[in-house]
C-alpha cells in the first residue's frame, strides 16, 4: 500500500478533536447606565414637569400624555443625548432649499422646556458672522438630529459665548466628521474651561450680575479686585435669599423614579396600540 495513502488513513483516524472556537460577549449592555445618563425612552430632561406651588395643582394627565407623546416621536426619529455645549446638525424639511431640506451645523447654547415645548438653541459663526437657530425638539419638520461631538459644561446656559473674545469657540464646519460618544456605562466628562469675553461695553448681559454666575465665562479679568468685593458685598445684600428660595431650586430625585415607572408603561401601551393598528390595517 502506499504510504501516502496510510499517513492519510492514519489522519482521518486520529481521536484529535479540534476546540471550539470561543464566542466573544460584550460585557457593555450588561453594566447599568451612570446616574444622568438613562435611557431617553425612560428619563431625559424634558420629561421634567415645570414646578408648581402647591404640587396637587400639577395636571398629571396632561405630563403623562405629552411624554407618551415624546416617547412617539422619538420611536419615529433618533434623538442622541446631548447637553448644553454639545455639536449637533439638525436637518429639517424646507420646501424652499434644494432638495426640500436644509441642514445646519451649530453649538447648542441652552436647551429649555418641557414635552413637546422643549427647545434648543444652535450656534455657528459663518464669515465672522454669529448665526443662531432654535429648533423644537419634537417638531415634526425636524428630520434628523445628528451629533458630531458630545459635550457637557458646567453651565446649561452657554449665551455667553455670543460675546465670547475668540468666536471660533463656536465656528463649525459643516462637514464635520461625527465623534463615537463615550457609551452610557461611562461617566461623561465635564468640561470646565473657562471663555475670555470681549470688552464689558460689548456685552449683550450683564453676566456677572446674574446668579448663579456662569462658571464657564472667565470674568474676573474685567474687574479689579475692589470692585468684586463691592459687587459681591451688594448681591448679598439684595439677592441672598435666592440660594434658601426652595422655588429655585427644583429636586427631581422624588420624581424621576415615578417618571422612569410610567415612561415603562407608556412603552408597553404605545406597542400595544401600534400593533392594533397593524392588526386593523
Not at 28 to 40: I, M, Q, S
Not at 255 to 278: G, S, Y
Request: glycine fraction near 4%; include cysteine.
Amino acid at each position: 500500500m502506499n504510504m501516502s495513502l496510510l499517513r492519510v488513513i492514519r489522519r482521518l483516524q486520529s481521536s484529535f478533536v479540534a476546540p471550539q472556537r470561543p464566542t466573544l460577549i460584550s460585557t457593555d449592555a450588561e453594566k447599568p447606565n451612570v446616574e444622568g445618563r438613562e435611557d431617553a425612552n425612560l428619563f431625559s430632561f424634558e420629561y421634567i414637569p415645570p414646578q408648581v406651588q402647591p404640587e396637587w395643582h400639577r395636571n398629571k394627565l396632561k405630563y403623562r400624555l405629552e411624554r407618551m407623546d415624546c416617547l412617539r416621536r422619538r420611536q419615529a426619529i433618533d434623538i442622541p443625548e446631548f447637553y448644553p455645549g454639545s455639536i449637533l446638525a439638525v436637518t429639517v424639511a424646507d420646501n424652499y432649499a434644494p432638495g426640500k431640506s436644509m441642514r445646519f451645523a451649530g453649538r447648542c447654547l441652552y436647551k429649555d422646556g418641557f414635552g413637546l415645548g422643549c427647545k434648543f438653541v444652535l450656534r455657528n459663526v459663518i464669515d465672522n458672522e454669529g448665526v443662531e437657530k432654535m429648533y423644537h425638539l419634537f417638531a415634526p419638520y425636524i428630520q434628523k438630529v445628528e451629533l458630531l461631538r458630545l459635550e457637557k459644561w458646567i453651565d446649561t446656559d452657554l449665551r455667553f459665548l455670543r460675546d465670547a473674545a475668540d468666536q471660533s469657540i463656536c465656528e463649525i464646519d459643516p462637514n464635520m466628521q461625527a465623534e463615537s460618544p463615550l457609551p452610557k456605562t461611562e461617566e461623561l466628562p465635564v468640561y470646565k474651561g473657562k471663555i475670555r469675553l470681549r470688552e464689558i461695553a460689548m456685552w449683550e448681559f450683564l453676566y456677572h450680575k446674574q446668579w448663579p454666575r456662569p462658571y464657564n465665562a472667565y470674568l474676573e479679568e474685567h474687574f479689579i479686585e475692589e470692585e468684586l468685593i463691592e459687587r459681591e458685598k451688594i448681591h448679598w445684600q439684595t439677592q441672598s435669599h435666592l440660594k434658601y428660595d426652595i422655588c429655585k431650586h427644583y429636586d427631581v430625585t422624588k420624581i424621576k423614579a415615578e417618571i422612569m415607572d410610567e415612561m415603562k408603561d407608556n412603552r408597553h401601551r404605545v406597542d400595544v396600540a401600534d400593533k392594533k393598528i397593524t392588526a386593523d390595517a
